[in-house]
């Protein structure tokens, strides 16, 4: 049985405020559809903690850059009613974008100084749409826990510091990257590669990783990241936006690993923007 589409805030509102009066905890995973294995895990990841989850699927045109990018980000709603129909969602909000911005809106949330950085300076806005859109979520399922992947590391931070600041009612759960056979890490842009592009991919986790274990074993920081960046390019890669060494928490560039880290990286190619990051 596929679960209720649900299009407007007043409905939504009417059936979480019923969840809450039988005392049932209420989850919220915010996709932007064209599901893989990596949100279904995150859908799981809510069932054990709550007795009611929400799918939120919604193309969101404030965090892309690009009109040309948001016409081919997939669009695939059927698709994804079907991959939730066995796992027993209780809803899916799935609104029209003017029923999230609707005339006349005016107002955007951003947060300062951890999203400057990285995705930041490469997709001016981004994160102010991501985080405007967020908190419209939170109000809009008024869910007591959203769910986020730490493939988004950044994105994961920024709505850890949003929350915080703005002292909103939600808690904020990190779960693990899901990963392909090789290692490449689960993204709706995947099915946009071709497959030669697709054998390429695999070095961005594979250089990763060896880089990671160079700076745990004692490696210099910057002649470990140069010498990834050139494997990267040399194993066919366009591009490498950037392959960087920041705290977990501050994503403050670190020149020495003194404490948890995080390597992040983001690199394009066959025209795929890919991004990735693993622990240090």
């Known amino acids: 049985m596929r679960p ?15 969840w809450k009066a039988e005392g049932a905890a209420v989850g919220v995973v915010p996709t932007m559809g064209a599901l893989h294995d990596g949100h279904l895990s995150l859908v799981r990841a809510a ?20 009109a040309d990018d948001l016409a081919k980000y997939p669009r695939t709603e059927a698709a994804d ?15 029209m974008p003017d029923e999230v911005y609707p005339e006349g809106f005016a107002t955007n949330v951003s947060v300062g100084g951890i999203s400057t950085r ?5 997709r001016p806005g981004h994160f102010d749409g991501v ?5 419209k979520l939170f109000g809009m399922t008024l869910a007591d ?6 493939k988004d590391w950044q994105q994961l931070q920024v709505v850890r510091r949003l929350v915080a600041d703005l002292n909103l009612p939600v808690e ?13 890490a689960r993204s709706s842009r995947n099915v946009r590669l071709s497959p030669e592009a697709r054998t390429i991919a695999s070095a961005l986790p594979r250089e990763m990783a060896k880089a990671a274990g160079a700076m745990r074993a004692g490696g210099p920081v910057h002649p470990t990241l140069d010498a990834a960046k050139a494997a990267l390019l040399a ?23 003194d404490g948890p880290g995080r390597l992040l990286a983001a690199a394009w190619v066959g025209g795929v923007r890919l991004i990735d990051n693993i622990a240090v």
């Open 118 to 122: 990285l995705e930041g300076l490469h």
């Open 235 to 257: 194993a066919g890669f366009d591009e490498v936006e950037y392959i960087d060494l920041c705290d977990a928490e501050t994503l403050l560039w670190i020149d020495e690993l």
């Open 145 to 150: 826990r959203a769910y986020f992947g730490e």
């Open 4 to 18: 209720v589409i649900v299009r407007t805030v007043a409905e939504l509102r009417a059936m979480v405020r019923g």
């Open 131 to 135: 985080a405007t859109v967020v908190t």
């Open 47 to 66: 069932q054990r903690d709550c007795k009611r989850v929400i799918v939120t699927i919604f193309v969101n045109p404030k965090q892309f850059n690009s």
């Open 81 to 95: 009613a079907a991959l939730l129909a066995p796992l027993g969602v209780d809803a899916i909000f799935a609104p």
């Open 172 to 184: 904020i759960v990190g779960c693990p990257t899901i990963r392909e056979p090789d290692n490449l």
